[in-house]
């Protein structure tokens, strides 16, 4: 029984990672090198996971493994600028000034919603 409750928690800790990225479970499988369902039912709680996929999804998440297991939420902000990184055509539009304006505005929204 507990090891499905692990599993669930497990599931919905990667979905919350990867919706704050704003990925979807097609880019987050792409970019991980996993099936798109696979991801999609390890969110469910469905199957299990192995420690390569877990690396894997942790690496595109921009997250260490133990925050997987944690509590602590993580801050949106670091999930967000991961993304943004590797996304390098949708930086170009910015300039240098409105790309510190997109990481204090989401350093606010990090302070604000930590305290929901």
């Known amino acids: 029984m507990k090891i499905n409750k692990l599993k669930k928690d497990l599931g919905w800790r990667i979905l919350d990672l990867r ?21 999609g039912e390890l969110e469910r709680g469905w199957v299990n996971v192995s420690l390569d996929s877990l690396t894997k999804i942790v690496e595109v ?7 997987l297991f944690s ?4 801050p949106v902000q670091k999930v967000f600028v991961k993304v943004l990184t590797e996304k390098r055509d ?3 539009r ?13 350093r606010i929204l990090n302070k604000t919603f930590s305290k929901v």
């Not at 790309?99 to 204090?104: D, E, H, S």
């Open 61 to 67: 998440l921009g997250v260490k493994i133990g925050d």
């Open 19 to 39: 919706k704050a990225g704003g990925l979807t479970h097609e880019d987050l499988g792409e970019k991980s090198g996993l099936n798109y369902k696979f991801i």
């Open 71 to 74: 509590k602590d939420k993580i």
């Open 94 to 106: 910015f300039s240098p000034q409105e790309i510190q304006l997109i990481k204090k505005a989401l």
């Open 90 to 92: 949708f930086l170009s």
